[in-house]
């Protein structure tokens, strides 16, 4: 049976890597792969860059209203059966596009291999990452180090070389925007114990 994968991590958590690595493997043994990610990510237009330098253009560019399965019906209509979807930063579809992942897994038995961050610079779930971490038949964390060598869970957002905690939820080539992938400790010392979505604590103004 197909499943429908969720590889997430922190930022530079090596995803991108681990997606091109995936598609090569795919390749070698004569498989076609076809690779996605959503429009709204530009920051290699239509391609997929790893940091350690590799560099792929995507098959599918989505955007938000388009259908995945959609499509990737129309791709395999003109060559050899797909064996695999791979889709990149896919925290930016909508829980729609998630939902027809998850079509292409079950009703079209075509595995589908999703990555991307579980949550942004406020510790809020993307909704595609959300919608993933409930209908994903697999969940693996891909991990990273923060700064100070624990694990990283967290991303931090910079701008301007300080740390940010407000703002939208994107901010792809807006400015002098970069991020850091954190531990919890950092990330609260950092935000000055801030938690975007922590209830207050009893007696406390709300």
Same mark, same amino acid.
């Given at each position: 049976? $197909?499943?429908?994968y969720?590889? +997430?991590? $922190?930022m530079?958590?090596g995803?991108?890597?681990?997606?091109?690595?995936?598609?090569?493997?795919?390749?070698? !043994?004569? &498989?076609?792969?076809?690779?996605?990610? %959503?429009?709204?990510? $530009?920051?290699?237009?239509? &391609? @997929?860059?790893?940091?350690l330098?590799?560099?792929r253009?995507v #098959?599918?560019?989505l955007?938000?209203?388009?259908?995945?399965?959609?499509?990737?019906a129309?791709?395999? $209509?003109?060559g050899?059966? @797909?064996s695999?979807?791979?889709?990149? *930063?896919?925290?930016?579809?909508?829980?729609?596009?998630?939902?027809?992942l998850?079509r292409?897994t079950?009703? #079209?038995?075509?595995?589908? @291999?999703?990555?991307?961050?579980?949550? #942004?610079?406020?510790?809020?779930?993307? %909704?595609g990452?959300?919608?993933?971490?409930e209908?994903? &038949?697999?969940? *693996?964390?891909?991990?990273?180090?923060?700064?100070?060598?624990?694990k990283?869970?967290?991303? /931090?957002?910079?701008v /301007?070389?300080?740390?940010?905690?407000d703002? /939208?939820?994107?901010a @792809?080539?807006q400015?002098d925007?970069? +991020?850091?992938?954190?531990?919890?400790?950092?990330?609260l010392?950092?935000?000055?114990g !801030?938690?975007?979505?922590?209830?207050?604590?009893?007696?406390? %103004?709300?």
């Amino acid at each position: 049976m $197909a499943k429908l994968y969720f590889r +997430y991590g $922190a930022m530079n958590s090596g995803k991108s890597t681990a997606l091109l690595q995936a598609a090569f493997n795919y390749e070698e !043994r004569g &498989h076609r792969v076809v690779l996605a990610k %959503p429009s709204v990510d $530009a920051k290699a237009d239509s &391609h @997929i860059a790893s940091r350690l330098g590799m560099v792929r253009q995507v #098959d599918l560019l989505l955007g938000a209203h388009e259908s995945p399965r959609q499509r990737l019906a129309e791709l395999a $209509a003109s060559g050899p059966r @797909i064996s695999c979807l791979l889709f990149d *930063e896919a925290q930016f579809c909508t829980p729609w596009q998630i939902d027809e992942l998850l079509r292409i897994t079950v009703l #079209d038995e075509t595995p589908v @291999i999703a990555y991307g961050i579980r949550t #942004d610079f406020q510790t809020v779930a993307f %909704p595609g990452s959300q919608r993933l971490l409930e209908v994903a &038949h697999t969940i *693996e964390e891909l991990k990273t180090i923060c700064r100070c060598g624990r694990k990283a869970i967290f991303n /931090g957002r910079i701008v /301007g070389g300080a740390f940010v905690f407000d703002g /939208g939820q994107i901010a @792809i080539d807006q400015g002098d925007v970069t +991020y850091e992938a954190l531990c919890g400790s950092c990330y609260l010392t950092a935000s000055g114990g !801030r938690l975007a979505n922590a209830a207050p604590a009893p007696g406390s %103004p709300r």
